[in-house]
């Protein structure tokens, strides 16, 4: 890396991240608990999630690096200045060439299968 300064915060911001993405993945939302066991163990399309996967100094809901895929469950808290900031982590990772799915937490409870078809499609998967 040609900035020493900038791989360093980059280093110190990923190893903030994988801790933060530990304790996220023991205090999973219920319809982020619900949309997990829909994806885990490759049961969609065959592709491979992540849940509360570390990108960057950012934290994905999901993420299929195969696909470059982040799903993202949102709920009541996200408005005001999560607003702000899921635009910022989305222009990122966006710039990145992931792609990013955003699905509310109340259509993961009444239309759990609907979401998982969207995801597919989403996926590029037939």
């Known amino acids: 890396m040609d900035n020493p300064k900038e791989y360093r915060a980059n280093k110190q911001s990923t190893t903030k991240s994988r801790g933060q993405a530990r304790r996220l993945r023991k205090e999973m939302s219920p319809p982020e608990r619900l949309l997990w066991s829909a994806l885990r163990g490759q049961k969609v399309a065959g592709l491979k999630f992540r849940r509360q996967a570390p990108i960057g100094a950012f934290i994905a809901d999901f993420y299929c690096h195969e696909v470059r895929l982040v799903v993202e469950v949102d709920g009541r808290n996200h408005c005001g200045d999560q607003l702000a900031h899921d635009q910022n982590r989305d222009e990122w990772m966006e710039r990145q060439g992931i792609q990013i799915l955003r699905v509310q937490a109340?259509?993961?409870?009444?239309?759990?299968?609907?979401?998982?078809?969207?995801?597919?499609r989403e996926a590029g998967i037939s």
């Not at 109340?106 to 597919?120: A, H, K, P, Y």
Request: charged letters at 35%; a negative charge.
């Open 106 to 120: 109340r259509d993961v409870f009444e239309n759990l299968d609907g979401v998982v078809r969207t995801i597919v």
